[in-house]
Nanobody, 124 residues
Framework: VQLQASGGGLVQAGGSLRLSCAAS????????LAWFRQAPGKERESEAAISRGGQSTLYADSVKGRFTISRDNDRKRVYPQMNSLKPEDTAVYYCAAKETILIPASFKFEYDSWGQGTLVTVSS
């Protein structure tokens, strides 16, 4: 599956943003999906994951309660809705996919399809 992320931009602290990741290919509905981010000078970290059927989600502690991940298998898209944004959320956000038969959402899959990243900047 090929992925293309979009929707990044500049937002004030406390604001909201919804990213989108569009997929092409025939394995989207069989793929677990996740969003990762990488801030300048920091390692990549996981943020949210969703199972292939959408029934299972997982969030990093840093975004729990503020971010919501969802997917639309018919449109081949995955979205993180990001609310109550903080300056420390500033990063390049990447979507990723891994074809799998496993049900639970997980950050530990060896995600092998990656989008190009979209920059989110949160001003204080």
């Amino acid at each position: 599956v090929q992925l293309q992320a979009s929707g990044g931009g500049l937002v004030q602290a406390g604001g909201s943003l919804r990213l989108s990741c569009a997929a092409s290919g025939r394995t989207f509905s069989r793929s677990a999906l996740a969003w990762f981010r990488q801030a300048p000078g920091k390692e990549r970290e996981s943020e949210a994951a969703i199972s292939r059927g959408g029934q299972s989600t997982l969030y990093a502690d840093s975004v729990k309660g503020r971010f919501t991940i969802s997917r639309d298998n018919d449109r081949k898209r995955v979205y993180p809705q990001m609310n109550s944004l903080k300056p420390e959320d500033t990063a390049v956000y990447y979507c990723a996919a891994k074809e799998t038969i496993l049900i639970p959402a997980s950050f530990k899959f060896e995600y092998d399809s990656w989008g190009q990243g979209t920059l989110v900047t949160v001003s204080s």
